[in-house]
């Protein structure tokens, strides 16, 4: 079974701060994607990337930055940490060779004070 | 640009009626339709893709047609059961484009009561 897990579950940041958001993939899937979830807004994509070392701009990258060291791990890095960053973060991966489906990890919940 | 959309943002209805989640779509290459199920603190799940046009595809009683003359991908069950209350979100992808970025609607909350 396809597997994203992500950490850490539950975050509690300050204004101002660092904050990086971990993925992990045993899919061996080329693609992965970071996305943010709120109320009345849907998934929307931040980051995503091709492979190790590319990364992508999504939809909604201000203020957020991506990592892609390997195949199995990406990261989503906020380095300065605002309340508006405040929501549910999720990791994917994918691959066209896997009907372009998408695997969702169990998400990340962020709070920025 | 690509561009989803779910009319209901909120349905509730009573156990074994029937439910059609409605998504429309926006593109100008060819398309590939998803939904995705999310329950309650949980990360959201496949529950139907397709990509062929006029072609009924089917998943735990749910079921979807392509209709690429009206730009939709309805999603519907015949009866639903209480434990089908969840998020739904209907997705899109270019094949052209390389399918590698999901497009999402917002979202339609579908509550089933007893």
């Known amino acids: 079974e396809a597997a994203v897990t992500q950490s850490p579950r539950n975050k509690v940041a300050v204004t101002g701060g660092k904050v990086t958001l971990s993925c992990n993939q045993t899919?061996?899937?080329?693609?992965m994607y970071w996305y943010r979830q709120d109320t009345g807004h849907g998934l929307r994509l931040i980051h995503y990337?091709?492979?190790?070392?590319?990364?992508e701009k999504g939809d909604i990258p201000d203020g957020y930055k991506a990592s892609r060291p390997s195949q199995e791990n990406f990261s989503l890095i906020l380095e300065l940490a605002t309340p508006s960053q405040t929501s549910v973060y999720f990791c994917?991966?994918?691959?066209?060779?896997?009907?372009?489906?998408?695997?969702f990890g169990p998400g990340t919940r962020l709070t920025v004070l | 640009g690509d561009s989803v959309t779910q009319t209901e943002g909120l349905v509730t209805l009573t156990k074994g009626l029937p439910v059609m989640l409605n998504c429309t779509y926006q593109?100008?290459?060819?398309?590939?339709l998803f939904w995705y199920v999310q329950h309650l603190n949980e990360a959201p799940k496949l529950l139907l893709k397709?990509?062929?046009?006029?072609k009924r595809t089917e998943h735990q009683g749910f079921y979807a047609t392509l209709h690429k003359s009206s730009s939709s991908f309805h999603l519907q069950k015949s009866s639903v059961q209480l434990s089908d209350s969840a998020l739904y979100f209907c997705?899109?992808?270019?094949?052209?484009?390389?399918?590698?970025?999901?497009?999402f609607g917002k979202g339609t909350q579908l509550i089933i009561q007893p």
């Open positions: 593109t100008t290459y060819s398309p590939f």
């Open positions: 899919n061996n899937h080329n693609n």
């Open positions: 990337s091709y492979g190790a070392g590319s990364t």
């Open positions: 994917a991966s994918g691959d066209r060779l896997d009907s372009y489906e998408q695997y």
């Open positions: 997705a899109l992808s270019d094949i052209t484009e390389g399918a590698d970025r999901l497009t």
């Open positions: 397709s990509s062929t046009d006029n």
